[in-house]
């Protein structure tokens, strides 16, 4: 699935490509956990913001889970072109203090309903993303290496996951934040934030690891503004968050949601990266065409 941006000179933005390039084609044809945060500057209370405002809350979020050290995720992205959408899940760990993770995605059925896709195993790294079970011409032993920060999304929706410490990276850019009060998730007291990040404004403060794919984003998507819901549990520890990307093409408009559930604070995250003979270097086939690309 390729769209066209209105900013970088026209350059084709491969929404989800490597990862589930194969099924858009056939769907859409392009269509209990314990613990708080030390945060820099001290610990983080979520409730109703004081000082600072909302938008200082969750300028915070990445220092917070950082802090926190890791967590278990659930992710799901919609998305939806000319009235057709597809949904991507993915389960997982992830290391907020290293960036690296491991989250295993599930395709959605094609548009006959088959169920034959194989779950895509995914490794996070600053920097990298790493695929196994890419299929499309690679050997099932092989991993797929990518350059996040080559990417023009910078891995906020090619791999079908938001990286998840680029998701927290994202709201320091919040701006034009609202407190929209308590609510209940999964069991946890959470609080609701509602805002608008500023891709710009997140690479420029996001971390060293981080900042080299978000102004790769900050470059390549048609527009900086990224709407977002965000809920916070009382040690500010970001539990959800759920941002909705947009992008410019020839045809419909592209509407892209990625949600990320964040729980099991704490637990052991491996993460083994492959070697270099285990990274396949030939040609990956697009869709179902068969053409190649490297």
């Given at each position: 699935?390729?769209?066209q941006?209105?900013?970088?000179?026209?350059?084709a933005?491969?929404?989800?490509?490597l990862?589930?390039?194969?099924?858009?084609?056939?769907?859409?044809?392009?269509?209990?956990?314990?613990?708080?945060?030390?945060?820099?500057?001290?610990?983080?209370?979520?409730?109703?913001?004081?000082?600072?405002?909302?938008?200082?809350?969750?300028?915070?979020?990445?220092?917070?889970l950082?802090?926190?050290?890791?967590?278990?995720?659930?992710t799901?992205?919609?998305?939806?072109s000319?009235?057709?959408?597809?949904?991507?899940?993915?389960?997982?760990?992830?290391?907020?203090?290293?960036?690296?993770?491991?989250?295993?995605?599930?395709?959605?059925?094609?548009?006959?309903?088959?169920?034959?896709?194989?779950?895509?195993?995914?490794?996070?790294?600053?920097?990298?993303?790493?695929?196994?079970?890419?299929?499309?011409?690679?050997?099932?032993?092989?991993?797929?290496?990518?350059?996040?920060?080559?990417?023009?999304?910078?891995?906020?929706?090619?791999?079908?996951?938001?990286?998840?410490?680029?998701?927290?990276?994202?709201?320091?850019?919040?701006?034009?934040?609202?407190?929209?009060?308590?609510?209940?998730?999964?069991?946890?007291?959470?609080?609701?934030?509602?805002?608008?990040?500023?891709?710009?404004?997140?690479?420029?403060?996001?971390?060293a690891?981080?900042?080299?794919?978000?102004?790769?984003?900050?470059?390549?998507?048609?527009?900086?503004?990224?709407?977002?819901?965000?809920?916070?549990?009382?040690?500010?520890?970001?539990?959800?968050?759920?941002?909705?990307?947009?992008?410019?093409?020839?045809?419909?408009a592209?509407?892209?949601?990625?949600?990320?559930?964040?729980?099991?604070?704490?637990?052991?995250?491996?993460?083994?990266?492959?070697?270099?003979?285990?990274?396949?270097?030939?040609?990956?086939?697009?869709?179902?065409?068969?053409e190649?690309?490297?």
């Amino acid at each position: 699935m390729v769209v066209q941006q209105d900013r970088g000179g026209g350059a084709a933005l491969a929404v989800c490509a490597l990862a589930v390039a194969g099924v858009m084609a056939v769907t859409a044809g392009c269509s209990g956990d314990s613990g708080g945060g030390e945060a820099r500057g001290g610990q983080l209370r979520a409730g109703p913001p004081g000082a600072g405002g909302p938008g200082e809350t969750l300028r915070r979020v990445a220092d917070v889970l950082a802090a926190a050290g890791s967590a278990e995720l659930r992710t799901s992205m919609e998305t939806a072109s000319g009235g057709t959408r597809v949904t991507i899940r993915g389960q997982g760990t992830y290391d907020f203090r290293r960036q690296l993770g491991q989250v295993r995605v599930v395709l959605p059925k094609d548009a006959a309903g088959e169920t034959g896709h194989r779950p895509i195993t995914e490794l996070l790294a600053p920097g990298a993303l790493y695929m196994k079970n890419r299929g499309a011409g690679v050997p099932d032993e092989k991993w797929v290496r990518v350059d996040t920060t080559a990417l023009e999304d910078g891995n906020l929706v090619t791999g079908g996951v938001t990286d998840p410490m680029a998701a927290a990276e994202l709201l320091r850019g919040a701006r034009a934040v609202t407190y929209e009060g308590e609510t209940e998730l999964a069991g946890v007291t959470v609080h609701h934030y509602r805002g608008t990040a500023d891709l710009g404004r997140a690479a420029g403060a996001a971390s060293a690891e981080s900042r080299g794919a978000l102004t790769a984003a900050a470059k390549g998507f048609s527009t900086d503004s990224v709407p977002f819901d965000a809920y916070l549990d009382e040690d500010g520890r970001l539990r959800k968050v759920r941002h909705r990307f947009t992008f410019a093409s020839e045809g419909p408009a592209v509407a892209v949601v990625s949600t990320m559930l964040l729980y099991g604070f704490g637990v052991p995250v491996t993460v083994r990266l492959p070697d270099r003979g285990d990274i396949y270097t030939g040609l990956i086939q697009q869709g179902q065409g068969g053409e190649g690309d490297r």
